[in-house]
């Protein structure tokens, strides 16, 4: 459900944007909101589900979201649908850093667990492909509404099976104080900094507004940092980026995710406002890529097997970045099977191979008591890797099309070059994390937790 709901919403951008009214930067909120309080709050969620046990969090952040979901439903306005999305972020990040704590927890057995998460990775896959179909059918039978309506019999059934089919996870013994501090410096942080991209094209690069807004974004990082050096039970202990892995992890993850919601925001937009394509088939359009990620992610343990870790990684991220630069050359009457096919497949078949090794990458070498900790890092670096990124592909995109457009081009062509131009950076987003992933990482990838099993099996 919650997979589904990125990519739900991506297909149903352009009718959102029609019928309240949103500008292009503004467009950008509905995912942006949605990715910071969802980025922010994974490690905060995980934290909370080993203090006050992690069924407990995992009903609440069900029954969150599936509230935000009715609220962003019914929502009249630009204020009502990106706050909703906010707070239906948060709730996402709540179930999201406790379900993965919930397998871990619950299939002891290696053998079992790698199963579990084999068929955990093909559901997520799965989500995409659901959301792209669903959100093209709901749109174009029904209303951009009911892609969020229908999480609420969805959101429902969960909590009542979890009720039934969950044990009760203990929390944590001894506890252990919570770090909110650190949680609220560096979400309000992000928010601020991304704020300030978004709107810097309006306001002026140099204007007061936007260095004021950059300024008070650094002081809460700087702040958060401090935070997290001195006190005893940090939210992100510093000290886990002294692994080498963990921190190339990190930075292929932040300009990965710039790279991927470039083409994901950007191509939906491409196929709608430029080709005249109705959000179903935009869809079906998505299709064949989405199912292309998922079946190279059943079979991504394998070439990590046989190759390492780093190798899948580059080849993933060479053929994303192959996707972007495609779509930077798609023309304005541009044609299904020459210009949108080959691209889809590139950044799907990319994706389902290079999610696993940056994964392992980040997870190799941290002792048992970090692990949870690595994960929910990475997550949140992806997370905010797109959501940053978004916002600056968004102003970029903007910028090349007004300037066009005050010089006498039409619509839609100024329109696809200020996509040419995101999708152009994007690529530049994606070639950067294989350069990273290329220097810094190590190309073995040791067994987690020190076990004895291949460390892609286990994974």
């Known amino acids: 459900m919650i997979v589904l709901d990125g990519t739900i919403v991506n297909v149903a951008l352009p009718s959102i944007k029609d019928d309240l009214g949103l500008s292009e930067t503004s467009l950008a909120w509905v995912v942006n909101a949605y990715l910071l309080t969802f980025g922010g709050f994974l490690l905060l969620g995980g934290r909370l589900g080993d203090l006050f046990g992690q069924r407990r969090m995992f009903l609440i952040g069900i029954s969150l979201f599936t509230a935000a979901s009715l609220a962003c439903g019914v929502a009249t306005s630009q204020e009502q649908l990106v706050v909703s999305r906010a707070v239906q972020g948060l709730g996402g990040a709540l179930v999201s850093a406790v379900a993965l704590s919930l397998v871990m927890t619950l299939f002891t057995e290696q053998g079992d667990r790698a199963k579990a998460m084999g068929i955990f990775g093909f559901v997520l896959s799965g989500g995409?492909?659901?959301?792209?179909?669903?959100?093209?059918?709901?749109?174009?039978?029904?209303?951009?509404?009911?892609?969020?309506?229908?999480?609420?019999p969805v959101g429902a059934l969960v909590f009542v099976l979890s009720l039934r089919l969950l044990p009760a996870v203990p929390a944590m013994a001894g506890g252990g104080r919570l770090d909110l501090a650190g949680a609220l410096t560096i979400t309000g942080s992000l928010m601020l900094a991304v704020y300030a991209i978004v709107n810097g094209n309006e306001t002026g690069w140099t204007s007061g507004e936007t260095l004021g807004l950059l300024s008070a974004a650094l002081a809460l990082l700087a702040l958060?940092?401090?935070?997290?050096?001195?006190?005893?039970?940090?939210?992100?202990?510093?000290?886990?980026?002294r692994n080498r892995n963990v921190s190339a992890a990190n930075g292929v993850g932040i300009l990965m995710a710039a790279g991927l919601f470039a083409y994901f925001f950007f191509s939906a937009l491409y196929l709608q406002r430029v080709l005249g394509y109705t959000p179903l088939e935009v869809g079906f359009a998505y299709l064949p890529s989405m199912v292309i990620w998922g079946a190279s992610s059943l079979y991504s343990d394998k070439l990590v097997m046989r190759f390492g870790i780093k190798s899948p990684l580059i080849a993933g991220l060479a053929l994303m970045t192959l996707s972007l630069l495609l779509f930077?050359?798609?023309?304005?009457?541009?044609?299904?099977?020459?210009?949108?096919?080959?691209?889809t497949l590139a950044v799907g078949l990319g994706a389902g191979i290079g999610f696993n090794p940056i994964l392992l990458a980040a997870m190799s070498g941290v002792a048992p008591q970090e692990a949870g900790l690595a994960s929910g890092v990475v997550n949140t670096s992806f997370m905010m890797g797109?959501?940053?990124?978004?916002?600056?592909?968004?102003?970029?995109?903007?910028?090349?099309?007004?300037?066009?457009?005050?010089?006498?081009?039409?619509?839609?062509?100024?329109?696809?070059?200020?996509?040419?131009?995101?999708?152009?950076?994007?690529?530049?987003?994606?070639?950067?994390?294989?350069?990273?992933?290329?220097l810094l990482l190590r190309s073995a990838a040791p067994a987690p937790h020190g076990d004895t099993e291949p460390a892609a099996e286990a994974a």
């Open 224 to 241: 958060f940092l401090a935070l997290e050096a001195r006190i005893a039970t940090p939210l992100v202990p510093l000290g886990l980026f």
């Open 328 to 343: 930077a050359r798609a023309p304005a009457q541009g044609d299904f099977l020459v210009d949108v096919l080959p691209a």
């Open 386 to 438: 797109g959501a940053l990124g978004l916002a600056v592909l968004v102003s970029l995109a903007d910028s090349r099309t007004e300037s066009l457009v005050t010089s006498g081009e039409a619509a839609v062509p100024a329109l696809n070059s200020g996509y040419h131009i995101a999708f152009l950076v994007g690529a530049v987003f994606a070639a950067g994390a294989a350069v990273v992933a290329g």
């Open 128 to 152: 995409g492909v659901a959301g792209v179909l669903l959100g093209g059918v709901l749109t174009d039978v029904l209303n951009w509404h009911w892609i969020f309506l229908v999480n609420i």
